[in-house]
């Protein structure tokens, strides 16, 4: 594939997952700016690899590396001593599918930073304040059908994303 | 086929119809691990969602790249004075506010079960209540104490998950109960708390009197403010209200009929200028109302009416 091709994918993948991915580090390395400079990092690296061109699945992919990334900047920092290494797992890296508890706060971040706006703002009210759907209907001046309509929406959604993780492949016993 | 989603949706908001629960039921059963998922990560709370802006991101990403270093120019190091002078002012800010929230005393959760239908309300520990019509419960947002601390006001029965370390502790009109996993039943109002012990052991301790008692499986105390009165029988329906499960032996019709209000929604009216001498045995396991009251008609030679939403026994 030829150069052109290749900066445009990058570029609009790069529009897609920047905000979503840097709320994923965010809930690991707590700092907005550190987090921005860790996915501008990886975006850096993978654009002089062209690694998006050859992988299968690029969200999978990128989640991966961006948790290695935060990682791995805890492990250096740790060497020297800036910042403590304290309640940061070092394992995470392996290839088995179930979701860690550790996983579990970055990927829902990651998750409502991705969903469209309206879904968003309606999950994010029924989640965060409990307000019953006719409440946010009234809230938001929608119909109740239609809050009904935007959470399914969004945990149809969820499950795209544990597909995409690999999540919900079950292992079999051999 | 149905759409699923929105209907899990409802069902994790606990506000999915009977026909809907089934349809869940099924789901769940055809996909336990993503359905598994799906709860736990439902149900985790505080999402806060930062906006950070592609656009910028991108031109920066494009000097960047210019440079053909590979290098990010950070944004963390050179914030740094900037956080320093800015961290002061945050914990001043912190300081107040969390003054503030000491004196307020921690956030708690209220359930309050204004239906009429038995609520049932996972706790964050993993114990779960079903609170009665009319009854409700208050607990803080997190049991961080030592304690895992409960209020409660009307009705509920327990299940309660082991934590040796973190005694579970309920609060009513009368007494204190304090377990570490068992399962059991509380019903309180003014007069009395009463505690009936399905499984485990139970600790229970008078408001009002500086007594306590210890309850085994199908044992049952009645706080009052007088103190502690235990029982040696247990009420056979101390839990019908839950379970729709009934056994009458030679109970008068009038107990009859208050203990199947508690389970069968306030349905049954007695005419209360009127005595009625007729005991009643039998058995119930979530019967239709309209054949608990047939029953009730044979045996006891009664006439009964029924209304748009409720039989009058006259």
């Not at chain 2, 120019?73 to 929230?101: D, E, Q």
């Not at chain 2, 209020?151 to 009513?172: C, N, R, S, Y």
Request: aromatic fraction near 10%.
């Amino acid at each position: 594939m030829d150069d052109l091709s290749h900066d445009e994918l990058f570029k609009e993948i790069f529009h897609g997952y920047y905000s979503p991915l840097c709320n994923y580090a965010l809930k690991i390395v707590r700092n907005n700016a550190l987090a921005e400079d860790l996915v501008q990092q990886l975006f850096l690296q993978l654009y002089e690899k062209k690694a998006l061109l050859k992988v299968v699945q690029p969200e999978r992919y990128l989640l991966r590396c961006v948790k290695f990334k935060c990682i791995d900047f805890h492990r250096t920092k740790s060497i020297k001593n800036e910042i403590p290494l304290n309640g940061i797992p070092d394992r995470s890296f392996d290839q088995s599918s179930d979701l860690k508890e550790e996983d579990i706060e970055p990927l829902l971040h990651y998750f409502a930073s991705k969903l469209p706006p309206k879904t968003r703002e309606v999950f994010l009210l029924s989640r965060n304040s409990g307000m019953t759907y006719k409440e946010i209907a009234i809230e938001m001046d929608i119909s109740v059908k239609t809050v009904e309509t935007q959470m399914g929406r969004a945990l149809r959604q969820m499950k795209i994303l544990l597909k995409a993780q690999n999540l919900l492949t079950i292992i079999p016993f051999l | 086929m149905e759409d699923i989603y929105p209907i899990l949706a409802k069902h994790f908001l606990k506000d999915a119809t009977i026909e809907e629960e089934a349809l869940v039921a099924e789901f769940q059963r055809a996909n336990p691990k993503e359905y598994q998922l799906l709860y736990t990560l439902w149900h985790s709370k505080n999402i806060k969602i930062h906006e950070f802006d592609p656009q910028n991101a991108w031109k920066r990403f494009v000097s960047n790249r210019s440079n053909r270093s590979a290098k990010v120019i950070p944004l963390f190091g050179n914030l740094r004075r900037t956080a320093a002078i800015a961290a002061v002012l945050i914990i001043g800010a912190f300081s107040l506010w969390y003054l503030a929230k000491v004196l307020q005393g921690p956030e708690r959760y209220i359930v309050e079960n204004k239906g009429n239908m038995t609520l049932e309300q996972k706790l964050d520990d993993g114990s779960v209540v079903w609170l009665n019509k009319g009854s409700s419960i208050s607990y803080p947002k997190n049991f961080d104490g030592t304690t895992r601390e409960i209020k409660l006001k009307g009705e509920a029965f327990f299940e309660v998950i082991e934590d040796v370390q973190h005694p579970f502790v309920v609060t009513a009109d009368h007494s204190t109960i304090t377990v570490l996993g068992t399962a059991f039943n509380v019903n309180s109002d003014k007069q009395h708390t009463e505690v009936t012990v399905m499984s485990g052991k139970v600790q229970v301790a008078s408001m009002s009197k500086d007594t306590q008692i210890v309850l085994l499986p199908n044992q049952s105390t009645l706080a009052t403010k007088e103190g502690l009165i235990s029982r040696n029988t247990i009420d056979q329906n101390y839990l019908s209200w839950k379970t729709g499960q009934f056994e009458f032996r030679d109970t008068p019709i009038n107990n009859v009929v208050a203990k199947l209000n508690t389970f069968y929604r306030d349905s049954l009216i007695m005419d209360p200028g009127k005595e009625h001498d007729c005991f009643l045995t039998a058995k119930f396991e979530q019967a239709p109302l309209h054949e608990v009251v047939d029953i009730i008609k044979i045996t006891c030679g009664l006439s009964i009416k029924k209304y748009a939403d409720h039989y009058k026994i006259e």
